[in-house]
């Protein structure tokens, strides 16, 4: 894995806002909603994306895509550089990256038909043969498991997570190699959300596909993403193995989502250490000096106000597990006694229906 | 002893261009001062529908009331007067709505909307309404409350309004707070937040709770009891810990299995296939008999009835028995 080049590549990327006032329009300062990420995303590896409201992630993603254009950094997506491309140039990779929005109310066209909404990605980026493109709609409904009849209804047809999956099914018909699921389970139940992360576990199996898979909730992440980074106000505060960071949390921000995510298990949860975050995410357009986690943070001293602690990797040869953390080894300490929030917790029940059908 | 709230055999029907909607199908419960009791549930099951009739808010003409009692403190709420409704809601039972950022007037600070609630229901003049308002931020932990008071709603951040929101429903000391999935636009660290928060009030107020959700592992740690609501139905009923150690009905568990949790290992979700069944059609069989792995000739014949399995809890399958006999994971190491 580490020999194979990356299929995407990040580096140094920064997206600012300009905030304008007064009737000049004289530009007051900046939203810096990305503020200098680096990762790479390897071939069919799922790359979790974690953080609260305000930290940037889906300005990342959609600068990535180049939807947004970015204010300085590079993205290199299978050895091209997607910044430096022209308008043509990037109509020919667009097919090839695709994203799966967060509201499947709002993301879909409610005039078109399932049908519709997928022959026209179809048509846009030139799949195949036009003579073919209608059995190839019939197989992508197949494929994220909405039945044949799907084909002629409307968005207002279909329940919340059956519209994702059209969403996804829109996605796929681009043939796309790389998709970037910017929150597409959060809107959905529970019970269904768990169907989703099958199929697309399923799809990525069968279709070789990489994602880049944005959410707030680290238990669902762990279960989808090989490694996961962890964002806090524009910039990654850890990034690791999904199995390596959900067990041992280096940033304190990290401890703190681990703890704050619920566990199903009323025992379990009476006994665990709880982490509260005071507050909220404080204003991008104005981050805290030094660690700009620090205003939030238990761990802090004075020297999280005055330096920006860079990402450093304190992990073990081949298996890299990169902090921004003045004290991340304290927090490691602390992650491994305090063990309630990173042990492994006993439920809930897998149960099986009894051999017998018989009552 | 009389419970607080004791809801009987509700009924409610929606009558729309298409149909009856066959929204809540006949659910019992009670709860006793101070308790608190979540009701689970996917979109459509009829939980919110259920809280929206305690508040008297059910939509006018198109739902119906077919059949059933709500007591609150011993008188039947379902009978009232418009009036009497009046005094009832918001002083006595209050309720929290999902959406922080569409439930309060945008238009009106956050003390004008609060000394509004306060003087409607408490009869006490302006001055004491804004002392009291700033009493409820700062229960509610906003810090410099005073200060905030003449805010709007736009320069609090989405936890913070949600705060306003709980400190509106706490205005008048209610006996029972409704909360209708409060936490679900939130923030995983917001959602503990708010947790700890309405945990804290309640063992400071003693207020009963019903708290309203789609996910199981959010009231693990928060009530003492849950009552697992589906297709209109309720299909569970248990104090907490039984709950979660032993749950007897298939959809209960298909809730619990669906659920990602920070456990090791395992690398697949176990959701529960198909969708709810429409609720336009009468059930004339178990409702979750389509997507159950239990099923049985039985359960397509006739619905079954919510009956006890254990002490205090009670379930409504046929097969209960034997879905409760699964170990749990942890049981098996």
């Known amino acids: 894995m580490i020999d194979q080049p990356a299929l995407l590549e990040v580096r140094n990327l920064v997206k600012h806002f300009p905030v304008r006032r007064g009737v000049l329009r004289r530009q007051v300062g900046a939203v810096r909603a990305v503020d200098g990420v680096s990762f790479h995303i390897h071939h069919r590896e799922t790359l979790g994306l974690v953080g609260e409201s305000g930290s940037g992630k889906s300005t990342l993603a959609r600068t990535i895509l180049r939807l947004f254009e970015p204010s300085g950094g590079r993205v290199i997506f299978d050895g091209e550089d997607i910044i430096a491309l022209d308008a043509k140039a990037l109509r020919r990779i667009r097919p090839r990256m695709q994203m799966v929005f967060q509201d499947p109310y709002a993301s879909l066209n409610p005039r078109m038909t399932a049908g519709a909404t997928i022959m026209e990605s179809l048509q846009v980026n030139r799949v195949g043969d036009a003579s073919k493109r209608p059995q190839r709609v019939r197989e992508l409904l197949d494929l994220v498991g909405l039945p044949p009849k799907s084909l002629n209804r409307y968005p207002h047809e279909f329940s919340g997570g059956q519209r994702q999956r059209i969403s996804i099914a829109r996605a796929l018909a681009a043939d796309p190699e790389f998709i970037v699921a910017d929150e597409a389970l959060s809107a959905l139940d529970v019970s269904i959300q768990a169907q989703m992360v099958n199929l697309l576990q399923d799809l990525k199996d069968e279709l070789g596909l990489t994602y880049l898979f944005i959410a707030h909730d680290l238990a669902m992440v762990r279960y989808l993403a090989d490694r996961t980074a962890v964002m806090y106000l524009g910039r990654i505060a850890e990034l690791a193995d999904s199995e390596e960071l959900a067990q041992r949390p280096m940033h304190p921000y990290t401890l703190a989502l681990l703890s704050a995510a619920p566990i199903p298990d009323p025992v379990a949860e009476a006994k665990r250490e709880h982490i509260v975050l005071p507050g909220d995410v404080p204003d991008p357009g104005n981050p805290p000096s030094g660690c700009r986690f620090h205003t939030r943070c238990s761990f802090a001293t004075p020297v999280c106000q005055e330096q920006e602690p860079q990402l450093r990797d304190l992990g073990t040869v081949g298996k890299p597990h990169l902090v921004a953390c003045h004290h991340a080894e304290k927090v490691r300490q602390h992650g491994a006694t305090a063990s309630s929030v990173t042990q492994p917790v006993k439920t809930p029940p897998v149960g099986r229906p009894a051999s017998d059908h018989s009552l | 002893m009389t419970a607080l709230l004791e809801v009987r055999d509700l009924v409610v029907r929606f009558d729309t261009d298409d149909g009856t909607v066959h929204a809540v199908n006949g659910i019992s419960y009670s709860l006793e001062k101070g308790e608190s009791l979540a009701i689970v549930g996917e979109s459509g099951s009829g939980k919110s529908v259920g809280a929206l009739a305690?508040?008297?808010?059910?939509?006018?003409?198109?739902?119906?009331?077919e059949g059933g009692t709500i007591h609150f403190k011993g008188r039947n709420l379902l009978t009232q007067s418009g009036q009497e409704w009046q005094r009832t809601r918001g002083r006595e039972i209050a309720m929290v709505y999902q959406d922080p950022m569409t439930s309060l007037n945008p238009a009106l600070t956050v003390g004008q909307q609060l000394s509004q609630v306060i003087r409607h229901h408490l009869n006490v003049r302006k001055p004491a309404s804004r002392e009291r308002a700033a009493d409820l931020l700062s229960l509610v932990g906003i810090p410099n409350p005073r200060g905030r008071l003449d805010d709007y709603p736009h320069q609090f951040s989405g936890g913070q309004r949600q705060r306003v929101l709980i400190a509106l429903a706490l205005s008048c000391d209610?006996?029972?707070?409704?909360?209708?999935?409060?936490?679900?636009?939130?923030?995983?660290?917001?959602?503990?937040?708010?947790?700890?928060?309405?945990?804290g009030l309640r063992k400071q107020l003693g207020m009963a709770v019903v708290w309203i959700t789609h996910d199981l592992g959010v009231v693990a740690g928060l009530v003492d009891k849950v009552a697992v609501m589906y297709s209109g139905n309720m299909v569970e009923q248990a104090p907490v810990h039984d709950l979660y150690r032993q749950p007897a009905h298939p959809?209960?568990?298909?809730?619990?299995?669906?659920?990602?949790?920070?456990?090791?290992?395992?690398?697949?979700?176990?959701?529960?296939?198909?969708?709810?069944?429409?609720?336009?059609?009468?059930?004339?069989?178990?409702?979750?008999?389509?997507r159950c792995a239990w099923v049985v000739d039985r359960c397509r014949e006739s619905p079954p009835a919510l009956i006890r399995v254990a002490p205090q809890h009670s379930a409504a399958c046929y097969r209960s028995a034997d879905v409760n006999r699964q170990p749990a994971v942890g049981a098996q190491q």
């Open chain 2, 251 to 290: 959809y209960t568990l298909g809730l619990l299995n669906s659920l990602p949790t920070l456990e090791h290992g395992t690398r697949r979700l176990t959701p529960i296939p198909g969708s709810p069944p429409d609720p336009l059609r009468p059930a004339t069989a178990c409702p979750f008999a389509r």
């Open chain 2, 174 to 199: 209610p006996a029972l707070l409704i909360a209708d999935e409060p936490t679900t636009a939130l923030d995983v660290t917001i959602q503990a937040q708010m947790i700890e928060l309405v945990k």
């Open chain 2, 54 to 65: 305690l508040m008297g808010l059910l939509p006018r003409p198109q739902a119906r009331i």
